[in-house]
């Protein structure tokens, strides 16, 4: 599965990109952000994650950013479970932040995520990332108010983190085109 957006080209993961996925997501700053889960530092490690069986409804891209020279790995961002709730996750690299990457990369993935027939995605993120509640926020997603506490190896120990959900309209009933059908046979072909 590929998305497009306005700057972004978000792909599946592809071996050439592993040690450049492993430098990003090893930077400092981007891996305490994470905080809930050991993080693969070599190429091996970030394998056995990637190859991973996936669930087709929970897809995970690498975020590339497309320029005049081709395209260049800035993140990743994925759906998976946590218990019930469907979570969104994502990091960008130390680099582009700022720049409405997250945000673009976030909206594209919700959209995505809706047309999947998702409901519900719940986002999850390290308390002191006002960044984070920033991107969020402004994608659609609301606080719920509740916080928790998850280790986060990077840290060193638990931390808190906030809980964030964006909710899908109810889908529209698509019922209502059949008299339309009936006057233009070629609006639904």
């Known amino acids: 599965m590929f ?45 056995d994650v990637i190859a991973a069986p996936r669930d087709p409804l929970l897809p995970h891209f690498f975020i590339n950013l497309v320029s005049d020279d081709g395209t260049r790995l800035i993140g990743s961002i994925g759906l998976g479970r946590d218990g019930d709730d469907v979570e969104l996750g994502y990091w960008i690299g130390r680099a582009y932040w700022g720049h409405g990457y997250a945000s ?18 719940v986002a999850r993120h390290v308390a002191d990332s006002e960044a984070t509640a ?37 889908m529209p009933d698509l019922s209502d085109t059949a008299p339309l059908a009936k006057e233009n046979p070629n609006l639904l072909a």
């Open 3 to 47: 998305i497009r957006t306005e700057r972004l080209f978000l792909r599946p993961t592809w071996p050439d990109d592993l040690d450049e996925f492993v430098a990003l997501l090893n930077q400092q700053e981007v891996a305490r952000n994470i905080g809930t889960k050991a993080l693969p530092d070599t190429a091996e490690r970030a394998m």
């Open 104 to 121: 673009e990369a976030v909206e594209a993935v919700l959209n995505n995520a809706w047309m999947l027939g998702h409901k519900r995605i």
């Open 134 to 170: 920033h991107v969020l926020t402004k994608t659609g997603f609301r606080s719920t108010g509740e916080t928790s506490r998850r280790f986060s190896e990077v840290r060193g120990g638990k931390v808190e983190v906030m809980t964030f959900v964006a909710e899908r309209a109810a």
